[in-house]
């Protein structure tokens, strides 16, 4: 199965932009659709972005529809989640996940996690 590594978490001032990576091993990543969760301390975990295998589908959630941007270069073996117009309220623990099909990431069922990378975003 697919084994993801995040990178690209960090602190920034609210208004600032970041990209997030997440890097896939295994020979099949090209077949996985692509997703980013988020949870924040005390809150439930949020669906963010998703990207289809083929990289032609993506779907956002509303929190952060016309900020974020996901996107993939399954050359590389990566997702990625631009993050531009960052506020406070996009302080969490991010996530991606790897899945059959976008549906199975959208409903949080993915069939792969990453360990999540902080993202702090101060007023």
């Known amino acids: 199965q697919v084994q993801l590594v995040e990178s690209g978490g960090g602190l920034v001032q609210a208004g600032a932009s970041l990209r997030l990576s997440c890097a896939a091993s295994?020979?099949?990543?090209?077949?996985?659709?692509m997703g980013w969760f988020r949870q924040a301390p005390g809150k439930e975990r949020e669906f963010v972005a998703v990207?289809?295998?083929?990289?032609?589908?993506?779907s956002y959630g509303d929190s952060v529809k016309g900020r974020f941007t996901i996107s993939r270069d399954n050359a590389k073996n990566t997702v990625y989640l631009q993050m531009n117009s960052l506020n406070p309220e996009d302080t969490a623990v991010y996530y991606c996940a790897a899945g059959a099909t976008s549906a199975r990431i959208q409903r949080g069922t993915a069939d792969a996690w990453g360990q999540g990378t902080q993202v702090t975003v101060s007023s």
């Open positions: 990207v289809s295998a083929g990289g032609g589908f993506t």
């Open positions: 295994g020979r099949t990543f090209s077949s996985y659709a």
